[in-house]
């Protein structure tokens, strides 16, 4: 069965203080793993799409790497903006294109 | 481009009762999705269709839940009865049709916060 896990649940950073967040998944043939923002009473914002091993993608202070079994999503020197709650999704290849979601990392950025 | 469109935003109901929830995707997506997402987990698929036709409704429970897209278009998704464990936010989102990765990427609307007492 299809299963997304990331890590940590939350994390606190200072301002400035450069992190990553881990999605750990298991899947049968990956077409694409995704990373959405969500900010508190919003829906998911897409920010990254990755389809193979060894792909990065860089927005602002964001970059999203993928390896065969995780993806990291680093941020450097990040802003008090840049707090949300970080999703990581996984589209299994020839599927309908359903999202399989982790249960997301919730980042507080203090100034 | 008008994002995806979702209503009501809030929603209070006792147990039992019936609701329901609308959304309208983003013009020229034929695709679309509906999401349950309780509080502190990742968003769960329920039901997607491809134009009007249901192509995935496998984790939907189906004693209660139902969902239409009638012409193709916008889309209402109905509980009934409503339980305490249905307490979530409904997600909708959609995506474009046709060939190539961008078909991929799915828009989401702002959700339903939903609270059953």
């Known amino acids: 069965e299809d299963q997304v896990t990331q890590s940590p649940e939350a994390l606190r950073l200072q301002e400035g203080e450069s992190s990553s967040l881990n999605c750990s998944y298991t899947v049968s043939g990956l077409r694409g793993l995704f990373w959405y923002r969500q900010d508190p009473g919003k829906g998911p914002e897409f920010l990254f799409t990755l389809y193979s091993a060894g792909e990065e993608k860089e927005k602002e202070r964001l970059k999203a790497t993928l390896t065969k079994k995780e993806s990291f999503l680093h941020i450097t020197a990040p802003k008090p903006e840049d707090s949300a709650t970080y999703l990581c999704?996984?589209?299994?290849?020839?599927?309908?294109?359903?999202?399989?979601f982790g249960q997301g990392t919730t980042l507080q950025v203090k100034p | 481009e008008a994002g995806v469109a979702q209503s009501p935003r809030y929603k209070i109901i006792e147990k039992r009762q019936s609701v329901a929830f609308w959304c309208n995707p983003i013009s020229g997506h034929a695709t679309l999705y509906w999401y349950q997402q309780i509080l502190g987990q990742g968003p769960k698929l329920l039901i997607q269709?491809?134009?009007?036709?249901?192509?995935?409704d496998s984790q939907l429970p189906k004693d209660r839940f139902s969902a239409e897209r009638l012409k193709g278009v916008d889309s209402t998704l109905k509980i009934q009865p409503a339980k305490l464990e249905d307490s979530a936010v409904y997600l909708c989102a959609s995506s474009k049709t046709g060939q190539g990765r961008l078909k991929d990427i799915q828009y989401f609307g702002a959700g339903t916060r939903l609270s059953v007492l």
């Open positions: 999704a996984v589209q299994e290849a020839g599927n309908t294109g359903k999202l399989i």
């Open positions: 269709f491809q134009n009007n036709g249901v192509v995935d």
